[in-house]
């Protein structure tokens, strides 16, 4: 955290899965659901399954070895399922004290997450969040997802904010990429999905043990 004196961060993007939200059983729990609903063989250990959540669904099945042979009609009975199955997800401890005190702060707070857009509003409401958010993006068609800067920086864009004054936040290699690739600063979080390791390799800006300690980076 020595870098903090050298920042003048006036924007915060958040990931949301591992980040702000502990959705591993969620995730996990509606992927088999649907899995078995459409009659394909898996065998996938949750562990695993989890060092792999904020990756594309595509680029999960490709790791498992599992054939999804049409996957619109697998997100469709995933997201059904997903909302029937939150009462097995939380916030993590300090988000809502987080976002609330950066929003005091004057500060522009943005979202940035792979699930779809009408999944992420849904979990935003369910978990009263939305209030918080400039601009909360999820996957949008004709949008490159993470590690692509590409949605980062239209969020920027949209929220007339600079890339140099933002930092990207989040649990996973993704989100630490797609920050680097727009250029903004980086904030790896060690309470997600993704070991110490694999954060380090990544070299973000920052890197936090809770997420009240984001507040220390502005």
Known sequence: MD????TKISHYCFDLDGTLVDSNKTIYNSTIYTLTKLGIEHKIDEQEFEGKIGQHFVDIFTAFNIIVPDFDEFLKIYKQNYMQQMDCS???SGVKEVLGELKNRGAKISLLTTKAQDQTDKILDYFDLKKYFDLAMGRRDGIAHKPSPEPLLMICKELNADVNNTV????????IR????AGTFTCGVLYGYRTKELIEIENPDFIVDRIEQVLAIH
């Open 3 to 6: 870098k903090t004196s050298l």
């Open 90 to 92: 939380k916030l993590y």
């Open 178 to 181: 797609c920050g680097k690739n």
């Open 168 to 175: 990207m936040i989040g649990d996973t290699e993704l989100d």
